[in-house]
């Protein structure tokens, strides 16, 4: 989001969502070398943990005065990283009842930047979305609670072909959340 200077109302940019077409599955086995997260730190008992540690830093960031800024017209505001890690806390916690309920869970892959346009992040309510991350992220991470160790080999499949078991996929769904938050510095 970029601010028209002329009377300080924000102004939405045509190309606001650049598609990212990264497979970041890679993450579940190797460090990213941009946030540092290190899949295999993962404690998979404690995903739930992590998650709810990672709620107050989504609320400060939430509550900036830069909140709607863009720093790059191609990179996303706080608010719109806010409103997608929403979305992420929710998609993951339908995708974890799936694994944990049905044997070989399939999913549909998910169109993240679709979700960003037809949601449309950059106009949303800061404060509206800081609340609703936090009650995404209490629900998935409760979720994440109910994990036994017999669970952990559970498998699961996105329709484009990528595989995960629990363990796997806790470390899939946590690089996201705490990559986001190196994304918006907080």
């Known amino acids: 989001m970029v601010r028209d200077v002329s ?7 045509a190309d606001a969502i650049v598609p990212d077409t990264k497979d970041w599955t890679w993450v579940v086995d190797r460090p990213c070398p941009d ?7 993962v404690d998979p008992t404690r995903v739930g943990d992590v998650v709810r540690d990672t709620l107050p830093r ?10 709607r800024d863009r720093p ?4 996303w505001s706080t608010l719109e990283y806010g409103a997608h890690v929403r979305d992420v ?15 070989d869970a399939a999913f549909d892959d998910w169109d993240q930047d ?3 346009l037809e949601g449309r992040y950059a106009e949303l309510e800061p404060a509206t979305v800081a609340t609703d991350l936090t009650t995404a992220g209490e629900q998935v991470a409760a979720r994440f609670d109910t994990v036994r160790p ?11 072909g990528s595989e995960f078991t629990v363990r796997t996929f806790g470390r899939y769904f946590l690089h996201d959340v705490v990559h986001h938050l ?3 510095r907080a």
């Open 72 to 75: 790059a017209p191609d990179v």
């Open 89 to 103: 806390l929710t998609v993951f916690d339908r995708r974890l009842t799936l694994m944990l309920t049905h044997d």
């Open 150 to 160: 017999e669970d952990l080999d559970r498998h699961g499949r996105r329709s484009n």
């Open 182 to 184: 190196h994304d918006v």
């Open 114 to 116: 679709a979700a960003a």
């Open 7 to 13: 009377d300080d109302t924000p102004t939405r940019q």
């Open 35 to 41: 946030c540092g997260f290190v899949p295999t730190d």
């Open 58 to 67: 989504w609320r400060a960031a939430l509550g900036r005065d830069d909140v």
